[in-house]
């Protein structure tokens, strides 16, 4: 039996990364609520690499309702960070462009990750490092019903 209550460190070292990350990202020109918004950015970060995704794609990638996605396209549009161009072969579908602006915070957004990464296993071994994030997988695995598949490519997308 592990005397620590893992569920409070988890939510304590993510607090943390929050803060952290309101921080470097407050000087964002535009009304940027974090803990509102903070989950339409991980739409952008998922458009910012699969330019061009469409809104179904997109729902299927973050594992989330088609209603939620269609609410973070209508921020993204407003904020100028993603543009929405109707399919040449069937006008239902709309494809959906990172813009210039979006791509900037998409990066800011990437590059404070890999920091963050870097900085939550300074002083770790490469085989502890290794074994951590085999770790953490398994537990993200044990506590979902379904997978969500954003999540874990996000995970290796941290792998150098």
Do not use: C, P, W
């Amino acid at each position: 039996m592990i005397d620590v209550e893992l569920g409070r460190l988890f939510a304590a070292i993510s607090k943390n990364v929050q803060n952290q990350f309101k921080s470097r990202l407050s000087d964002i020109d535009f009304d940027f609520d974090f803990d509102s918004n903070y989950r339409y950015f991980q739409y952008l970060i998922v458009i910012s690499v699969y330019d061009g995704i469409n809104q179904n794609e997109l729902s299927g990638r973050m594992n989330v309702s088609k209603g939620s996605t269609s609410k973070a396209v209508k921020y993204l549009l407003n904020n100028g960070l993603i543009i929405a161009k109707k399919d040449e072969t069937d006008s239902r579908i709309k494809h959906i462009y990172i813009t210039q602006r979006g791509k900037e915070i998409a990066d800011r957004f990437k590059a404070f990750f890999f920091e963050i990464n870097d900085k939550l296993v300074e002083g770790f071994s490469e085989s502890e490092v290794n074994i951590l994030r085999s770790m953490l997988k398994r537990i993200y695995k044990n506590t979902v019903i379904d997978e969500n598949n954003f999540i874990l490519e996000a995970l290796n997308f941290l792998d150098k």
